[in-house]
């Protein structure tokens, strides 16, 4: 791992050395078209989670029957995560993306027209699977083509996603307000997903849309792991780094187990994430009697707050590593927690929700880049293990609050999200440790 970067001039007025260009973000097409086929899985995920309270009333269906929507997705996740490295292999990156776009959209139409949960809830793990390899996928390209500067490439992704999503929440509360229902809102996602699919299609030829896969970590994230500040950096002023001239390499077993923890610590973020998103619109109608269509656009302040904490992670990036990021935002989160479960007004709940989302915010993209960093495994079968964590890790939990809240309340049900962010704690503590017990070596 190198420095934290060149010194500053000491004479304020002289001009500061220009940025390396491997440091730079690089918004060309490629990158614009993968960071919109990374918003389908957010929207329909967020779509759904919006209109959960019309989708009890309009198909007659219980809450633990609805949580199996969400179970669906994360069913969804688990075969995208098998999926991705033969995709990637039959088809390249560019054809894995565009054939998830379009299954997505058709899972999407089946969830948006379904008569019933017997279409509905498969249209959610077919909507899942397509949108998730696509979103995985990109993020390998974004990683591959950004180079050195793939965490802020990463965590601009994550921006982008966040801002698409809040159409899901207001389109909600838009077509609850005409008396359409939850069906419009669901559809829009099948839209999105055709107009990326054929973005990408457009995309000119590139090695790095290809399916050729190194059999070890790529330059790319060799030198995403050691270069710019950004959220992907682990060697910032809170991580652990090798003395000058330790380049040796941790035997791969090591390196795996990095890997794996910090996978961990992915699923309990995202766990938390979705556990908010499916159920907050539903304790915001019960807690506070909001109207289905109010409650369902409340969510949007989890994805605003997304918006400002992930923002806010890559500016602290530059001077505090992942680890003392990852639980400063267990700090927020655990605070707008707090507000949102103690809340019996509207505006209160709004205002947890929004803090709770800053939290929650950073957790994907730096767990997610200190895993790909720390991998021993070629790039592709990486984000299909992390993915597949992802997928075993959240898919009882829907279903699950869905349940606990029919029994005793969606309220008590929440309680289980500080639990979540004690894991989330732990998982980090222990890929932290190991990375300052490789660096000692």
């Known amino acids: 791992m190198h420095a934290a970067g060149p010194a500053r001039p000491t004479d304020p007025s002289s001009p500061r050395p220009p940025a390396s260009p491997a440091t730079r973000v690089r918004r060309d097409a490629m990158t614009w078209a993968c960071y919109g086929g990374g918003t389908c899985w957010g929207y329909i995920m967020y779509g759904y989670s919006a209109v959960v309270p019309m989708m009890l009333t309009g198909l007659?269906?219980?809450?633990?029957?609805?949580?199996l929507h969400g179970t669906a997705f994360a069913i969804g996740l688990i075969i995208a995560a098998l999926a991705i490295a033969p995709a990637v292999a039959r088809l390249g990156r560019r054809g894995a993306i565009v054939a998830g776009l379009l299954l997505g959209a058709l899972g999407t139409c089946a969830m948006a027209l379904g008569p019933s949960v017997w279409v509905t809830v498969p249209g959610a793990a077919l909507a899942a699977v397509g949108t998730q390899t696509a979103m995985s996928v990109g993020d390998l390209v974004i990683t591959l083509h950004q180079r050195g500067a793939s965490g802020a490439a990463l965590s601009e992704a994550t921006l982008a996603g966040s801002l698409v999503n809040c159409a899901g929440p207001l389109l909600a509360a838009l077509s609850g307000g005409l008396g359409w229902g939850w069906r419009p809102v669901i559809a829009f996602g099948a839209l999105l997903d055709l107009a990326m699919a054929l973005w990408v299609a457009r995309?000119?030829?590139s090695p790095v849309l290809g399916g050729r896969r190194p059999p070890r970590p790529s330059p790319a994230l060799a030198e995403a792991s050691d270069a710019v500040p950004s959220v992907a950096?682990?060697?910032?002023?809170?991580?652990?780094?090798?003395?000058?001239?330790?380049?040796?390499?941790?035997?791969?077993?090591?390196?795996?187990?990095?890997m794996i923890a910090w996978a961990l610590a992915l699923v309990a973020g995202v766990v938390v994430e979705t556990s908010t998103s499916y159920w907050a619109a539903t304790l915001i109608q019960e807690r506070d009697h909001a109207a289905a269509s109010i409650a369902g656009a409340c969510v949007a302040a989890t994805l605003i707050g997304q918006i400002l904490g992930r923002a806010a992670a890559s500016r602290?990036?530059?001077?505090?590593?992942?680890?003392?990021l990852?639980?400063?935002?267990?700090?927020?989160?655990?605070?707008?927690?707090?507000?949102l479960w103690s809340a019996t007004a509207v505006p209160l709940a709004v205002t947890g929700l929004a803090v709770l989302g800053a939290g929650i915010g950073p957790f994907y993209p730096l767990t997610l880049s200190r895993a790909l960093a720390h991998t021993p495994l070629d790039p592709d079968r990486t984000q299909g293990i992390v993915q597949l964590m992802n997928g075993v890790g959240t898919a009882p939990m829907p279903f699950l609050l869905g349940w606990f809240s029919d029994q005793w309340g969606v309220h008590q049900a929440f309680l289980v999200i500080p639990l979540l962010l004690v894991l989330l704690v732990a998982a980090t503590a222990i890929g932290a440790g190991r990375a300052r017990s490789r660096a000692a070596r």
């Open 316 to 324: 602290l990036a530059l001077r505090f590593g992942a680890a003392p």
């Open 326 to 339: 990852v639980l400063g935002a267990v700090v927020v989160s655990a605070a707008g927690w707090l507000v």
């Open 203 to 205: 995309l000119p030829d």
């Open 233 to 258: 950096l682990e060697t910032q002023a809170g991580d652990a780094a090798p003395a000058a001239g330790a380049h040796r390499p941790a035997p791969e077993a090591k390196r795996l187990g990095l």
């Open 60 to 67: 007659g269906i219980d809450k633990a029957t609805a949580g």
